[in-house]
């Protein structure tokens, strides 16, 4: 099999399962980025309304600040193969060990894969602003979207080797029956308005140990869509007289609204070198899907399929006995192919190939997670953070692994940060990032930072073997302080 076959087939996966994943977490950013998440602790401005809410309290923090942001970020990540991977089997042709080398890096789950982008720009950028009684606040829009997909093992040998015989998979000792069964996915999008309030409070106990200490909380309105496969069933066998396949699937998706609270926590330490945050974000997220839900159903079968079958037809629904759309007795819109409705399934005396209908209303909310974070200067120009992250629940771009990660931030001059990272667990497994910025420039009022950028390596520390590449870059990151 050729290279070209190859990255083909490897397009077709990852056009049909693209994805884009806003700023939703804040991640993504390019200071998080380079410092591989370890920010609860350094999140300053609206930027603690990701991380932690309590930092808006901070003296280090704007009391009123606009920014106005211009980048993106783009993440693509995988299970599996890494780009040695791709690498060794860049050139002409695909040997046989080259095959068993890239399955063998595959799991009994297949090939699972994110693709994350994020847009920076002034409209979600947001204000930070004092209230009255001492409070500090910040409003943010953002939007938040993205896609997780999974292909079956079976899928990609498929792909890799074309399909077998029965007889040569009996032979071989391995059952003759493809199993392309477990394809799962989601897709999602949403849109979220946050506020944040933060008040600075010492408790008795603490006195004497903090020279600052603050609490605060996000309240959130959300709003969107969501797209997931909830059940999938299926594999083909071929023998001399043709493939045989049977397969079905159900999916559902549905609009809705939900409210969602974040809670958070922050103290600097009497010599202010040293800051500790706890938040709980998504703690009380609840997400009603009720508005125009809908279930589809899918079912495919086909006998006999050769070579040959491809001669003289019009398309794929003249080749498999896939069904064209007929109106039933009950006025709903289901197909099947007229010359073979005896070979349907039927249900109440209607044949189902596929079938749409509504459903009640489904909950599924963002998961919750516990960040803790440190943040530590040893002198003036060095920074060392860590951060701990423990999700609940895996779901919507999140993954309930504890991760860790530990970076430095240190100023060659004060205009020239460089960043580096490293992380363990989480959706990512074992990452490594580094960054640069020119900034921050202050002229009177606005405080600016030149071209923000970061790198991220995802499921590996090194390029060589990482499963996945992260890069984020704001051309401009303007603050209107007060």
Do not use: C
Not at 69 to 98: A, C, K, P, Q, R
Not at 365 to 375: E, F, K
């Amino acid at each position: 099999m050729t290279i070209k076959t190859i990255r083909f087939a490897l397009a077709v996966v990852l056009l049909a399962t693209q994805a884009a994943q806003a700023i939703g977490y804040g991640d993504a950013r390019p200071r998080a980025m380079g410092l591989a998440g370890s920010y609860t602790a350094l999140a300053r401005g609206v930027e603690s309304l990701y991380w932690n809410p309590a930092n808006l309290a901070l003296k280090d923090g704007p009391k009123v600040s606009i920014p106005m942001e211009l980048g993106f970020s783009y993440v693509l990540e995988n299970n599996s193969w890494s780009v040695s991977t791709y690498n060794d089997f860049n050139g002409d042709f695909i040997d046989e060990g080259m095959k068993d080398d890239m399955l063998s890096d595959l799991g009994k789950e297949g090939l699972q894969f994110n693709t994350d982008l994020g847009l920076f720009v002034p409209l979600v950028g947001g204000v930070a602003f004092p209230m009255p009684w001492g409070i500090s606040s910040a409003m943010a829009l953002d939007v938040r979207m993205g896609v997780e997909g999974q292909i079956p093992r079976d899928m990609i040998e498929f792909m890799l080797r074309g399909n077998q015989f029965e007889r040569e998979r009996i032979a071989a000792g391995r059952d003759p029956n493809y199993d392309i069964a477990e394809w799962d996915g989601e897709a999602w999008a949403l849109g979220v308005f946050s506020w944040g309030f933060a008040k600075p409070w010492i408790p008795p106990p603490l006195a004497p140990y903090v020279s600052q200490f603050a609490v605060g909380t996000t309240l959130k309105v959300m709003g969107g869509g969501l797209a997931e496969v909830t059940d999938s069933e299926g594999g083909f066998v071929t023998r001399v007289s043709g493939t045989e396949m049977s397969a079905s699937g159900v999916a559902r998706h549905a609009f809705g609204i939900g409210f969602g609270m974040d809670l958070g926590a922050v103290g600097v330490t009497k010599d202010g070198r040293t800051t500790v945050g706890l938040s709980l974000v998504n703690l009380l997220d609840a997400m009603n899907w009720s508005i125009e839900g809908q279930q589809d159903s899918v079912y495919v079968t086909a006998i006999g399929v050769s070579v040959t079958s491809f001669t003289g037809k019009d398309g794929f629904d003249e080749i498999f006995d896939n069904p064209r759309e007929v109106t039933l007795s009950d006025g709903r819109i289901d197909t099947v192919l007229e010359g073979d409705v005896d070979a349907a399934i039927w249900d109440n005396g209607d044949p189902v190939f596929r079938t749409q209908r509504d459903i009640d209303s489904f909950s599924r909310s963002l998961p919750a997670m516990l960040r803790l974070g440190v943040a530590h200067t040893p002198f003036r120009r060095l920074t060392v953070a860590l951060n701990y992250d423990q999700a609940f629940s895996s779901g919507m771009g999140i993954d309930s692994t504890p991760r860790v990660s530990l970076a430095t931030e240190y100023r060659l001059v004060n205009w020239f940060p460089l960043r580096f990272g490293l992380s363990g667990g989480g959706r990512a497994g074992r990452s490594s990032a580094i960054g640069i910025s020119f900034g921050p420039f202050n002229v009177k009022r606005f405080e600016m930072v030149l071209m923000e950028m970061s790198v991220s390596n995802r499921g590996g520390f090194f390029p060589g073997s990482s499963q996945g590449l992260g890069y984020s870059v704001n051309l401009l990151r303007m603050h209107i302080n007060h």
